[in-house]
């Protein structure tokens, strides 16, 4: 273990003479209480040090980041965990001053596989396919894919073609 300059290691330390555990182990544990109050300086100070979370520090951090997800059956249904399990959310908030939600790389990696999919399509099609080209990708991509998406995703000037 590194010189104990810090409350962390110093905690550490303590946990690994006294529980008898490994110094991984210490450092989980140690990790892991401070995320249940909403503080990741621990975390932040050994993962700077080369620490690789163990499962129990990743599946909280996990639940941390997304606390409510979608049923992989449903997508409609969505499910929480309870506060005791994830007391905190960790959300990505905007340091550089700009108004607006940032970008979504979901949807814009939704858009740009579109967009690839219409070029090829209309190198195929020629001229003039334009409409059937949009009618192959909603029939292919709907109904969770609405055609208006389809037709935002494709035009070259629209900001959420991410061209």
């Keep these: 273990m590194t010189a104990i300059d810090n409350p962390f290691d ?3 330390a303590r946990l690994q003479g006294q529980e008898n555990i490994t110094e991984q182990q210490a ?3 140690v990790v ?6 909403g503080d990741t300086r621990a975390l932040a100070h050994w993962l700077e040090a080369a620490y690789c979370p163990g499962e129990p520090v990743r599946r909280l951090l996990s ?3 997304q606390p409510v ?4 059956g449903d997508p409609d249904k969505t499910y929480a965990f309870s506060l005791e399990v994830v007391p905190f959310e960790l959300k990505a908030k905007r340091r550089d001053g700009k108004r607006g939600a940032p970008r979504n790389p979901v949807s814009d990696e939704r858009n740009q596989t579109i967009y690839d999919y219409y070029v090829r399509r209309m190198a195929e ?9 949009i009618t192959d990708l909603f029939t292919l991509l709907g109904p969770d894919i609405k055609e208006s998406a389809i037709r ?3 035009k070259a000037r629209s900001p959420k073609s991410g061209l």
């Design 152 to 154: 935002e995703a494709i």
């Design 63 to 65: 639940f941390m980041l």
């Design 69 to 72: 997800r979608e049923d992989v």
């Design 27 to 29: 450092r989980d544990c």
């Design 10 to 12: 110093g905690e550490a």
């Design 125 to 133: 099609v020629g001229a003039g396919g334009y409409e059937s080209v």
């Design 32 to 37: 892991l209480r401070y995320l249940k109050v």
